[in-house]
């Protein structure tokens, strides 16, 4: 199955390269961009006519809790501690399998409606998360949370060995990293033993960190440090490390980061609903961070929307900040897509579009804006 989109108005992504390109033909090969030019010349199964459209790749959303489409926006008023101990863990703990298998298609169904076609998801049963993905041709990086909440560390460590044991490398969609849940629930001894897995598998590390004042003052508290960067500084130098919310952090702190190259998961919407703050997103980027974009899960985030991410990132850097210089309309589409990629370490397959990358490209309707992931949608439900 291969498929031409014709006429497109291009925005590649593609660094050093045109920002938009008008009347542009794309010709998709076996799931992968074969070529790019202007009126092609060549006869494919499927023809779409995407006239007055932009053609760009698909958003990669890295930092998610899939499964928790079924507590779409069922709490308010809570912090983020209270949030989590009182509502959302109890709740989670009675989750069964078949329960993540479709909250796991509602949240895929709605990611794929407003063009995202990657995710980065940090939940628990991802065997169920991934058995969705495959069946509706998402791309996911997935783990196994781990922390030392109720006393579950041995089995959540051991689910997450066998995570990795029966889903590294098998799926060309589906890739894995060590999931830690953030320093204030996960303690030192279980903390050095995920990178130790990370190092031993040469997989990401995916946690939250500093997401609002308490949590930085318990990570210095159980750790008895004077930042909290100190235990980043102490054992994630090796990783290949994605830092979701990074919200209450200092300048030096900042610095600190940049140095370690880490990559940012910037969650706007969930920050604001949880009254964790507005992280220092422009001047992170301005410190040559790579910051990409995240919801978080429904439950915070409200939605899975990419589109409403990125209008509250544009608005609050340059609101908050008092500078409406601030976060260029091209920088919030880079973290959106290739800043992603890179914090995925999928660089070198998506973020942009050109030959020899998957096609993972969406056509944004002007008319409706509304889109079309066309790789996995349409190549897809069309054979
Ligand atoms: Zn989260």
Known sequence: MDILIKNCNLISMKENHEKYEPNMDIYIKQGKVYKIGKNLDIKADKEIDASGKICMPGFVNTHTHISMSIFRETLDGY??????????????????????????????????????????????????????????????????????????TEQRINELEELIKNYNNKYDNI?????????????????????KMAEREKLPVHMHFCENEKETFDIKNAYNVESATDVLEKYFTRTHNILAHVVKVTDEEIDVLSKMKVNVSHCPVSNLRLGCGVAKVQQMLDKGINVSLGTDGQGSGSNLDMFDTMKFTGLLQKGVFEDSKNMDSYEILKMATTNGAKALKLEQKIGTIEEGKDADIIIINLDSVTCNPVRKCILRFSI
């Open 79 to 152: 912090s983020l501690q209270d949030w989590l101990n009182k509502k959302i863990w109890p709740m989670e703990d009675k989750l069964t399998r078949e329960d993540i298998y479709y909250a796991s298609l509602l949240s895929i169904i709605e990611m794929i409606e407003t063009g995202t076609t990657t995710a980065n998801d940090q939940y628990f049963m991802a065997e169920d998360t991934i058995k969705a993905a495959n069946e509706l041709g998402m791309r996911l990086q997935v783990t196994r949370t781990v922390n030392d909440v109720a006393g579950l």
């Open 175 to 195: 890739t894995l990293n060590i999931g830690i849940h953030g320093l204030y629930t996960t303690g030192e001894e279980t903390v050095k033993r995920l990178i």
